[in-house]
């Protein structure tokens, strides 16, 4: 048949893409150009979460992943033989003590563990293609790290000789910017109360505990179910000069070992769900807390394994069954349970949301701590001026408020002058249509309000994309709590604005209002919910 065929002078775009497909690559097509894809062999039980993150990789890079399953066997007959014939390659022992090839391969990364068997799931570049490190860098990043744990098929993000090893490591290397947050957030739902004795149940090693302390008058008491956790606590409690403020307590959650009306508040971070009898948990600290005091219990669970989580729903009829007065179940940004003695003061009831919840969020969905940052500031209400100061107080961000007016901005710089805050805040006036900045200028741009919904929707999304940097995000939007149904836009149309402003790494978001999030590169800045 071959000597029928005529060759042509130059290879078309389809012929093209068609010859890759034959010989098992596949191509996309970005911004005009084929692009090859990256492509992956895998262990056929690494199926689960491989699809979820290559899918993730790909709607933020517009590269292709497709990946190829095969049996532990098969993947590493073919690597011992050099004929895996892909870019990227993964592989799983076929138990804790056992080995595979992909270990042995230079370069060769660990990037999660079977849950909970311990098995480590090794991957590799084999390949050429340019983006095989970064696929190999995201897996086992952040992001790769939370889907792996939400996968039915049980995995986590690490392992070590003992569960305080591995503890360790995900607070050093994921979640430790957190607890600063976890810290402010916990102190705003107690009312008020900043003197006492305060439990941090499944304390681990402390972080939480330090940074209550330092924003409080607490002395604090880290009761942890695992002894190999106290000699880390105590580094914590000592490198960061507490001195008698903290102790470490050995005890289980069921069975607290303190005395009736003792503690003066009570908190956790991450442990609620790993507790075998939840209910019993919260009659003990029922039982714990002084009448005047509040319990603050839960998490975000990012990267929990998927069976230790459980659903809101389930969560409040354990609740209900416990019996304890005073105790509801709060969804805002994470699965808490919260109890309110019946002498607690009164703001303890109230929600206390707000900017800061927005600096939280973001703070901790993108990592992004450093750098510049632009506000969109339609006025200089409360609101904004809030939005401002815990940007401030959280990161070491160099901030840009951008305001509509020359009035406005005057007023905002004079006050932000005289709060002391005009070393780190620039007042400046412009418009979304088109900002006054050079390309890749900021590494955050936040703004709560309804600016990215009216007019030239795609115009204002295109400009926000042109000044953020590479591996920068951009969190625009709002409840818009008070505004007439006249005037709002619905989702869908702004779905549709966002397809058409041609970014390829864009999306609106439903969660807690109605939220356009753009991201700009494929650098991994973390966790989103």
Request: net charge positive; hydrophobic share 35%.
């Amino acid at each position: 048949m071959y000597r029928h065929m005529r060759t042509p002078a130059r290879p078309t775009p389809t012929s093209l893409a068609l010859c890759l497909l034959l010989c098992g690559l596949s191509t996309v097509t970005r911004a005009g150009e084929q692009t090859v894809a990256c492509t992956v062999l895998a262990d056929n039980r690494l199926a689960d979460p491989l699809r979820t993150i290559s899918a993730e990789y790909t709607r933020r890079t517009q590269i292709q992943v497709p990946i190829r399953f095969l049996p532990e066997t098969e993947v590493n007959a073919l690597v011992k033989k050099k004929q895996a014939h892909c870019d990227v390659v993964l592989c799983m022992p076929a138990d804790r003590k056992g080995k595979t090839e992909v270990q042995s391969l230079s370069g060769a990364k660990k990037v999660a563990w079977k849950y909970p068997s311990g098995e480590p799931v090794w991957a590799a570049v084999v390949g050429k293609h340019p983006e095989a490190a970064s696929v190999v860098r995201f897996v086992g990043g952040p992001t790769g790290h939370r889907l792996w744990s939400e996968s039915k098929a049980g995995f986590t993000i690490t392992s070590g000789k003992t569960h305080a090893e591995a503890f360790e490591w995900v607070v050093e290397h994921r979640v430790k910017r957190t607890y600063p947050l976890t810290a402010v957030r916990m102190l705003r739902e107690l009312g008020g109360i900043r003197e006492g004795i305060c439990i941090d149940i499944g304390c681990g090693t402390g972080n939480l505990d330090v940074e209550l302390a330092k924003r409080s008058n607490f002395t604090m008491i880290g009761l942890d179910i695992d002894p190999d956790m106290k000699p880390l606590f105590e580094k914590r409690i000592r490198e960061a000069a507490l001195g008698d403020r903290a102790r470490f307590v050995v005890g289980d959650a069921q069975q607290l070992p303190f005395e009736e009306d003792y503690a003066d508040v009570i908190v956790s971070r991450g442990t609620l769900t790993f507790i075998p009898d939840i209910g019993k948990c919260l009659q003990e600290v029922d039982r714990v807390l002084k009448p005047s005091g509040v319990a603050f219990l839960g998490g975000r669970y990012i990267y929990t394994p998927q069976q230790h989580k459980i659903s809101n729903e389930k969560l409040r009829k354990i609740v209900r069954e416990s019996g304890v007065p005073g105790a509801k179940v709060v969804e805002h940004r994470g699965q808490w349970v919260k109890i309110v003695g019946p002498k607690a003061p009164k703001s303890a009831h109230q929600f206390q949301g707000g900017p800061h919840m927005l600096v939280n969020r973001l703070v901790a969905d993108y990592s992004i701590i450093e750098g510049k940052c632009l506000l969109i500031c339609p006025n200089d209400s409360g609101g904004v001026q809030s939005l401002q100061q815990g940007f401030a107080e959280t990161t070491d961000l160099q901030i840009i408020a951008l305001y509509p007016s020359e009035k406005v901005a005057r007023e905002a710089k004079k006050r932000t002058t005289e709060a002391k805050l005009g070393n780190r805040i620039t007042c400046q006036v412009g418009t979304l249509d088109a900002l006054p900045f050079k390309e890749a200028s900021f590494n955050l741009i936040a703004g709560v309000g309804p600016v990215l919904i009216w007019g030239e929707r795609e115009k204002k999304m295109r400009e926000v994309y042109r000044v953020l940097q590479s591996g920068g995000v951009a969190f625009i939007g709002g409840r818009y709590l008070g505004m007439p149904d006249s005037r709002k836009v619905s989702s869908e149309d702004l779905r549709t604005s966002a397809a058409k402003a041609g970014i390829p790494t864009i999306r609106v978001m439903d969660d807690g209002g109605q939220w356009v999030e753009i991201r700009k590169g494929v650098q991994d800045r973390g966790l989103r919910n």
